[in-house]
């Protein structure tokens, strides 16, 4: 079965760090694209950073730019979201998502998705 699983999410004071991890099953990582997606309450879901197959980074929300990074570990099938110097409006549910081989900025156009994990950025 197909499978991606978040997990990281919490409650932290601004300024602080999470790491987000989304763990595949039932399919490799190589030749998937992965993305980070969030939503936050009234809003719509966003993308906001992914990594192709080839392991470059593309940033889709420059309000995360300089704070956020992704990365991926294929061999133990898990991508990473690093979030540094966290800000109350980076609170949402954050998803991951993976397509074949190339990142889009489109939802639609991801074929697998987690099931979110809620972050919440307050002091």
């Known amino acids: 079965q197909v499978q991606l699983v978040e997990s990281g999410g919490g409650l932290v004071q601004p300024g602080g760090s999470l790491r987000l991890s989304c763990a595949a099953s039932?399919?490799?990582?190589?030749?998937?694209?992965i993305a980070w997606f969030r939503q936050a309450p009234g809003k719509e879901r966003e993308g906001i950073i992914c990594i192709s197959d080839s392991n470059v980074s593309t940033y889709y929300a420059d309000s995360v730019r300089g704070r956020f990074t992704i990365s991926r570990d294929n061999p133990e099938r898990t991508a990473y979201l690093q979030m540094n110097s966290l800000k109350p409006e980076d609170t949402a549910v954050y998803y991951c998502a993976t397509r074949h081989y190339y990142c889009s900025g489109r939802s639609a156009s991801y074929d697998y998705w987690g099931q979110g994990t809620q972050v919440t950025v307050s002091s």
């Open positions: 039932g399919f490799t990582l190589d030749y998937h694209a």
